[in-house]
């Protein structure tokens, strides 16, 4: 059978940059703001509350943005954080359309902004990139200099080796891992469910009075 998988290197098939950096602190804003901003305690929020890596705009935080156009971050880009410990948090976000929201969005340089180039899906490099061993590879090996802090560049991101199938291929792991994805968000609220039901029990047997 011909093997229709290829090791890549992440250089060959995305372009890599750096994310915006603020030079004084982000002021977030509940409403009135002309741009969203991605930092990571935001994008891992967002991941907590959804268990999906695809990221919408309306989930993070609004700015007012006076920057120009070139620091916007388009949909199809993923985000993946440049810093960090080892063993920490490096979980790649795939960045898409929001309906919910037409304002742009602006990443800072907490994450590198990896683009993919043709014939590569942006939600199946999302789900490469979040692979065991290639969060493995990342947070053990990328930049650690023998220290407990992980430092990511573009230059040393760019030499990841990635098996990159066909798109067919790619196509069906993206829909079997949405599926994954939700079966576990029906499962999270399943037991949000029962620790609701149980501690109003709890409390119901608390209040009785002893016979």
């Given at each position: 059978?011909?093997?229709?998988?290829?090791?890549?290197?992440?250089?060959?098939?995305?372009?890599?940059?750096?994310?915006?950096?603020?030079?004084?602190?982000?002021?977030?804003?509940?409403?009135?703001?002309?741009?969203?901003?991605?930092?990571?305690?935001?994008?891992?929020?967002?991941?907590?509350?959804?268990?999906?890596?695809?990221?919408?705009?309306?989930?993070?935080?609004?700015?007012?943005?006076?920057?120009?156009?070139?620091?916007?971050?388009?949909?199809?880009?993923?985000?993946?954080?440049?810093?960090?410990?080892?063993?920490?948090?490096?979980?790649?976000?795939?960045?898409?359309?929001?309906?919910?929201?037409?304002?742009?969005?602006?990443?800072?340089?907490?994450?590198?902004?990896?683009?993919?180039?043709?014939?590569?899906?942006?939600?199946?490099?999302?789900?490469?990139?979040?692979?065991?061993?290639?969060?493995?590879?990342?947070?053990?090996?990328a930049g650690s200099q023998g220290t407990s802090l992980v430092m990511?560049?573009?230059?040393?991101?760019?030499?990841?080796?990635?098996?990159?199938?066909?798109?067919?291929?790619?196509?069906?792991?993206?829909?079997?891992?949405?599926?994954?994805?939700?079966?576990?968000?029906?499962?999270?609220?399943?037991?949000?469910?029962?620790?609701?039901?149980?501690?109003?029990?709890?409390?119901?047997?608390?209040?009785?009075?002893?016979?």
């Amino acid at each position: 059978m011909r093997k229709t998988t290829k090791v890549q290197i992440l250089g060959d098939i995305a372009d890599i940059r750096s994310g915006f950096t603020f030079r004084e602190r982000v002021d977030e804003l509940n409403s009135g703001g002309n741009a969203h901003v991605a930092q990571i305690k935001d994008v891992r929020s967002a991941w907590e509350h959804t268990n999906t890596a695809m990221l919408h705009a309306h989930q993070l935080p609004m700015i007012n943005w006076e920057g120009r156009d070139r620091a916007f971050v388009s949909p199809g880009s993923i985000l993946l954080p440049s810093r960090g410990s080892k063993g920490g948090y490096f979980r790649a976000s795939c960045l898409v359309s929001s309906p919910s929201s037409e304002l742009p969005v602006v990443v800072s340089s907490q994450f590198l902004v990896i683009t993919p180039k043709q014939g590569v899906l942006p939600e199946f490099l999302c789900w490469s990139l979040n692979r065991p061993e290639t969060q493995h590879w990342i947070a053990e090996g990328a930049g650690s200099q023998g220290t407990s802090l992980v430092m990511l560049n573009a230059t040393t991101v760019k030499q990841l080796p990635l098996d990159i199938p066909a798109l067919s291929i790619q196509q069906k792991i993206v829909h079997l891992n949405e599926l994954w994805e939700k079966e576990q968000q029906l499962t999270q609220a399943l037991l949000n469910n029962r620790e609701t039901m149980l501690q109003g029990m709890f409390q119901h047997l608390l209040m009785e009075k002893n016979s």
